[in-house]
C-alpha cells in the first residue's frame, strides 16, 4: 500500500509542478507577445485551476498518508520537516491565491511574480526529497 501511495503521491506532484511550469514559463511570455491569446490564457487559468485543485489535493492526502505511516514512531528528518512546511505553505498559497492577488492588483506584475515564486518553492521542495535521504 505504501508504493502505491507513494507512486500516486509523485504523479501528482509532477502534475501539479507541470501546470504551473507550463503556465509560468510556457504560456504567460507567449501570451504577452500575442495579444489574441489573452482568451486562451484566461480560459487556460479556470481549467488549469480546477486541476491544480485535483492534483494539490491528492498531493496533500497522500503525503500525510506517507509521513504518518513511514515516521509514526519516529523522528522527522531536519530536511523532510522543512519540506513538509514548505510544502504546507505552497499549498495554502494555492488555495488562497485568488483572495491574495486582487488584494495586491497595485503591484505591477503581482501574479506573475507569485507564479513565480510559486515555481522556485516547488523546485526547493524538489531538491529537499532527492538530498533528504543522503
Known sequence: MYTFILTIHLISAILFIGTVYFRTLVMLPFCKKEAYMKKAYDFS???????????????????????????????ITILLAIKVVLGLLLIKIFYFAHNIVPKYKHI???????????????????????????
Request: aromatic content about 20%.
Open 108 to 134: 505591477p506584475n503581482f501574479g506573475t511574480y507569485l507564479h513565480y515564486g510559486m515555481f522556485m518553492g516547488m523546485m526547493i521542495v524538489v531538491v529537499l526529497a532527492k538530498f533528504q535521504y543522503f
Open 45 to 75: 487559468a479556470i481549467r488549469g485551476r480546477f486541476l491544480a485543485k485535483i492534483f494539490v489535493t491528492t498531493l496533500l492526502l497522500s503525503g500525510l498518508y506517507l509521513i504518518f505511516t513511514r515516521y509514526q514512531n519516529q523522528s
